[in-house]
Every structure is written in structure tokens, then in C-alpha cells.
């Protein structure tokens, strides 16, 4: 009889997922993000760019305005394909998250990871994702998260 021993490495499956997100991402486009610095979105774009992220934002009642001295566009499908766009956090509720989801699918060619902050999930719209080869996130915040791995 032959038993196998398994180590515990301290990691879920999320955390190896959110680790390997963290190695790899150079540019967040932030839906969401406003000039009001004192909303969540704008300490999540913030700690992003301490660490040498960029944060590009998104959000149609700014478009045209600098954030953190990135310009805001009113939607991903503005950004220009040259921005390489590796993650898309979204700070919206559930209930935006599919055409947002649709939205980076069409337009973000080198994309990899949606990303919904605390408190926002979509079942159907991470399905997608996923189908599509994306990694997805829900429910958990970049600044809690990446300073883990960082």
C-alpha cells in the first residue's frame, strides 16, 4: 500500500492564482476611478502605482481629465492598443460587470485578468472570462492582496 504524503505550502489555489496575477501585471485599466480621492478606487490606484503599475482610468463622467497623471477614458474600447492593458479592476456594481467583462474581451487584445473589488462578484460574467482564458478575481482587493506577494 502506498500512501502519499501532502505537504501543506500555506497557499490556495486563489493565492498561487493571485500570486502569479501579481508577477506579471504592468498596466491596470480601473473602471470606476474618479477624481475624488477620497473613494476607495482612488487608494487602490494609488497603491498600484507606489509599486510601479500603471493605472490607466476609466470612468465616462471624467473622460478627458488626469487622474495620478494618467488620462481618464470613457470607456476600455478608448484605450489605445498601445497602453497594453494586462488587468481590468473593476470598481462598479454586479450588475455592470458583463458588459464590462464583454467590453475588455473585444477591445483589450493582450489582456489578462478581471479583476472585481470587494463585495463584487458576477457568476456568469467570470464564466465568460474564464472561457475566454482569462484569470478572474472576485470579490478581494489589489491592495490587500498584492503587498503578499509583492
Known amino acids: 500500500m502506498h500512501f502519499a504524503i501532502l505537504r501543506d505550502t500555506g497557499t490556495s489555489p486563489v ?3 493571485i500570486a502569479h496575477i501579481v508577477r ?4 491596470v485599466a480601473m473602471v470606476g476611478l474618479s477624481l475624488n480621492e477620497l473613494r476607495p478606487a482612488w487608494g487602490v490606484a494609488r497603491f498600484l502605482k507606489s509599486q510601479g503599475i500603471r ?3 476609466v470612468n465616462p463622467g471624467h473622460a478627458g481629465d488626469q487622474i495620478l497623471d494618467e488620462r481618464v477614458y470613457p470607456a476600455l474600447s478608448a484605450i489605445p492598443e498601445g497602453l497594453r492593458v494586462d ?6 456594481r454586479a450588475e455592470a460587470i458583463p ?3 464583454d467590453e475588455a474581451i473585444a477591445h483589450l487584445p493582450h489582456l489578462q485578468t478581471i479583476w472585481m473589488q470587494l463585495g463584487i462578484s458576477h457568476a456568469v460574467a ?3 472570462a474564464r472561457a475566454f482564458g482569462l484569470n478572474v478575481i472576485e470579490n478581494r482587493c489589489p491592495k ?3 503587498p503578499r506577494f509583492l
Open 144 to 146: 490587500i492582496e498584492f
Open 87 to 92: 488587468m481590468v479592476d473593476i470598481f462598479r
Open 126 to 128: 467570470a464564466a465568460k
Open 15 to 17: 493565492d498561487d492564482e
Open 99 to 101: 458588459e464590462i467583462v
Open 24 to 27: 506579471r501585471t504592468r498596466c
Open 55 to 57: 493605472v490607466i482610468p
